[in-house]
């Protein structure tokens, strides 16, 4: 078989968008050296950030860092997204989301918006989730890639490219991308059983996972994972003030049921059931024409606990209160199929297709309909709520060639033509789910809600990468894309690196960029409810939004500037020290609360903004208004990204490799865009909107590791620092409260040790010594508590970037045969 489709290196580098048939080079998963709590580069062949072939991650010009799987592996919890994020300083992983989001948990590059991080499989763009993150917070109107349906042992190694990409790679890639190289193995059995929980109960999770290599013919293999997962519910809320109301409990003397008083459990992780397979494959016709093909799928079944009801809100039905329940049942596939070779001699080319899908039905369980049990004498007590359905097919076909220019080395010429079809809907809800108000806790989506919505682009690309003199590198990309509804977008980007001696060199990039809205900011649309409030999520080109100053979405604009140094002083040491800047306009953001009644400040644009939207809010609540995205700021992005690796041979004593990884990064919002005179006295972005974009992520992280290994045993040691963090949070739009979450270190520990050739057990902690965030403001909670508000119940700020679970504690068997 042609040795390209055997090495997983070269499979990655011919499947990259834009590159063609590269020399066979060395199989990554023998080159990469995993060291503790940092990305492995050392030796490692990347295809992301680059189209010339054969280029190693210490050689590149770009700062790219290197996940190895067995450093996805030893972070503990079978979960992708949390494997990336304890690596990789500058990727920070969503711990708690409201509402549905709690059931999606997403990710962010850089403090910048999920959506603003483009993630790959095998260089191929993957489809974003159609499960939109609405409610505020620092991941709002996150809709980007959902990791966790692509099963860790279903992978190779990832690269993570922090660096403008528009150019190369089209929207998303203001911050960077997620590269997910598949493994490509023609032979073998691998895989592992986990289970743990958190010391302070829930969270109790179980994981089963397999992969298989085989040859189903000659010059073919197939690679086939597949994983179950079980993850339970937690719970970290305190006591809903409303259940230890003496005049409550005196009307309501059934309140003091099993249980009593923690009765509203919404603060804590959801539960779900995961089961994803995934296939990569590929087939050599001759020595210069090859068909490949991966694809994964995936099926989620998960519920949220949401707010406490009171017995007094349908005692027909509850006469002990009710513990009403968000359920969601997931389906999502993605499949890609390609070819590519050589013609005449010099041109290589790639045509590939990609498709994927994701739908997600929406539930409510342990509910009523208090409206429709009014005037009909009944209700369900579950609903089918609506489903979210977003499908995105991408084609592109790609040709290089080297060009021979009498430089130091041969310069590429790449060149590429894309087409991409984005689709998102919303399904309405059964009847009863939407009838007046709606199903309690989370109202089905009206027909006003529901709606299909489609949009194309084509692109074309072009790259040049040149070596010009001994040591200097210099790449060239420019983009062309046109908007089926935005019109044209025209980005550039020049990276360059100059080696000043062997173990030395600078880089550093100019680039510009841009990101369409997702459909689904720009035409989602629902009412969110508790048991006091009902906020209608306006969709920004809705009749309504007009009445509040808002007309629609544009496309964010980019610019990114880097500039870094690379040290290997020695064979065993490497740093990588850069500094960034990125200024977004027109940044697509989530508004602040925007009262129509119950506020201390309310807008009657609001209340006409709600009622030509159509909606009919809970009678009983006792604020109510709207939500809305828009391009309301300017925001800039200045950082500093440090990784060093150092591996030591200490003979009889062992092997240690240390590393640290650190990130800063301050946001600031530069200019607010638009404040329309429809809202006054309010504003669009209140304290806590401004807070969720500049300071609700740390500045400061720093990842200090160190793996040690001696014969059949390993210890894997992580220091975790995780700067303070903080937003304003207000009851009612008037006052406002500073949560904080101080410097926090969170240590990490596995041992693992090697039965015999096929076995490993390990058994380890993701914070050990379990650490809790900062409480809520006491002055906040005091304040909810007097008013008898639900919200008392959430003691951890959401925000928290190490969560509010503490100590998870696990084991595992891993095999390989």
């Known amino acids: 078989m042609h040795k390209a489709i055997l090495t997983s290196g070269a499979t990655a580098m011919l499947l990259h968008t834009g590159l063609a048939l590269a020399e066979p080079v060395a199989d990554p998963q023998t080159e990469v050296v995993g060291a503790a709590g940092a990305p492995a580069t050392v030796g490692a062949v990347i295809v992301t950030g680059t189209r010339a072939s054969g280029l190693k991650a210490e ?7 290197v996940l190895d799987a067995a450093s996805l592996q030893r972070t503990g919890q079978p979960d992708l997204i949390q494997a990336i994020a304890q690596n990789i300083p500058s990727f920070t992983a969503q711990a708690f989301g409201g509402d549905t989001a709690n059931l999606t948990l997403s990710a962010r590059l850089r403090g910048l918006s999920p959506n603003n991080t483009l993630v790959l499989v095998n260089g191929k763009r993957r489809h974003g989730t159609a499960n939109l993150a609405v409610l505020g917070g620092p991941y709002q109107g996150g809709a980007a890639a959902d990791l966790n349906y692509i099963p860790v042992a279903a992978i190779d190694h990832i690269e993570v490219l922090q660096d403008g990409a528009a150019a190369q790679y089209g929207t998303d890639a203001i911050a960077g991308v997620v590269n997910i190289i598949l493994k490509s193995n023609n032979q073998g059995l691998s895989g ?14 179980g994981d089963g996972t397999a992969n298989i290599g085989f040859t189903p013919v000659a010059n073919a293999f197939v690679s086939l994972t597949a994983e179950s997962r079980y993850h339970g519910y937690s719970d970290r ?4 003030p409303r259940v230890l109301d003496p005049a409550n409990l005196a009307s309501q003397p059934l309140l003091q049921v099993p249980g009593y008083p923690y009765l509203n459990k919404i603060s804590g992780d959801a539960q779900y059931h995961l ?3 995934a296939l990569n494959a590929g087939y050599d016709i001759d020595d210069d024409t090859a068909l490949y093909a991966f694809a994964t799928a995936g099926r989620k079944h998960a519920r949220a606990h949401e707010n406490y009801r009171m017995p007094s809100r349908l005692p027909a039905v509850y006469p002990l209160g009710f513990d009403p329940k968000e359920t969601m049942k997931e389906t999502d596939y993605a499949a890609t199929a390609g070819a590519r070779g050589k013609i005449g001699g010099a041109w290589q080319w790639e045509l590939s297709t990609t498709y994927g899908r994701d739908e997600a039905k929406i539930g409510v369980e342990d509910s009523a309909n208090v409206s429709l ?28 060639r080297e060009v021979q220019m009498g430089w130091d080395k041969p310069s590429t010429l790449a060149l590429g033509l894309e087409h991409r079809v984005d689709r998102y809907e919303i399904v309405a809800g059964d009847p009863a789910s939407r009838y007046k108000e709606g199903s309690q806790s989370y109202p089905g989506f009206s027909l006003t809600d529901a709606g299909k919505y489609s949009r194309n682009n084509k692109a074309v690309y072009a790259n040049f990468i040149s070596f010009p003199m001994s040591g200097l590198t210099v790449d060239l990309a420019a983009r062309y894309e046109h908007f089926s509804d935005f019109g044209n977008a025209k980005v550039g980007k020049l990276t360059s690196r100059y080696d000043v001696t062997p173990t030395f060199a600078v880089r550093g990039t100019y680039s510009n960029g841009f990101r369409a809205p997702t459909l689904a900011e720009q035409y989602y649309s629902a009412t969110n409810v508790s048991p006091t409030s009902a906020f209608v999520q306006l969709a920004p080109n809705s009749a309504g939004a007009r009445l509040v100053g808002i007309d629609g979405l544009k496309p964010e604009a980019s610019t990114n500037l880097s500039a870094g140094l690379v040290l290997n002083p020695a064979s065993n040491v490497s740093v990588t020290l850069d500094a960034y800047q990125i200024k977004i306009r027109d940044r697509i953001v989530g508004s602040g609360a925007l009262y129509g009644s119950g506020g201390a400040v309310n807008s009657p644009a609001v209340v006409a903004a709600i009622l030509a939207n159509g909606n009919v809010l809970d009678p009983t609540v006792s604020e109510t208004g709207i939500n809305i995205f828009s391009n309301a700021v300017n925001t800039r992005s200045c950082g500093v990204e440090l990784v060093a690796t150092v ?25 607010i865009n638009q404040a329309p005179a429809q809202l006054v006295p309010q504003s ?10 500049e300071t609700a992520s740390p500045r400061t992280r720093v990842n200090l590791g160190a793996l040690w290994s001696l014969g059949p045993w390993t210890v894997n040691l992580r220091e975790a620092i995780y700067g303070k963090a903080y937003n304003y949070e207000s009851p009612d739009g008037g006052t406002y409260f500073k949560n904080e979450v101080k410097t926090t270190a969170i240590t990490d520990l596995e041992l693992s040790y090697k039965v015999n050739n096929h076995w490993t057990i390990s058994a380890g902690a993701n914070n050990l010594f379990n650490q809790y965030p900062d409480q809520v403001n006491a002055d906040l909670l005091a304040t909810y508590r007097a008013d008898l508000n639900n919200a008392a119940v959430t003691l951890y700020p959401s925000f928290s970037p190490f969560g509010i679970n503490g100590g998870y504690y696990y084991a595992r068997a891993s095999f390989k045969f």
């Open 59 to 65: 050689n590149s010009a770009s700062p790219i860092q």
């Open 192 to 205: 592992n059983v986990n289970g743990g929980r958190y010391g302070d109960g829930g969270g109790n999770t």
């Open 237 to 240: 809320g305190g006591i809903d």
């Open 275 to 277: 089961h994803t397979l």
């Open 373 to 400: 049990y009014k005037d009909t004498g009944a209700t369900p007590t579950s609903f089918a709520a609506g489903e979210f359905v977003a499908s995105q097919w991408t084609n592109n076909f790609d040709v290089s």
């Open 647 to 671: 591996n030591s041979n200490y003979g009889d004593l062992g092997r240690v490799d240390w590393s640290l990884a650190a990130n800063y990064n301050q946001v600031r919002v530069t200019k």
């Open 684 to 693: 669009l972005l209140d304290k806590t909107a401004i807070s969720n974009l």
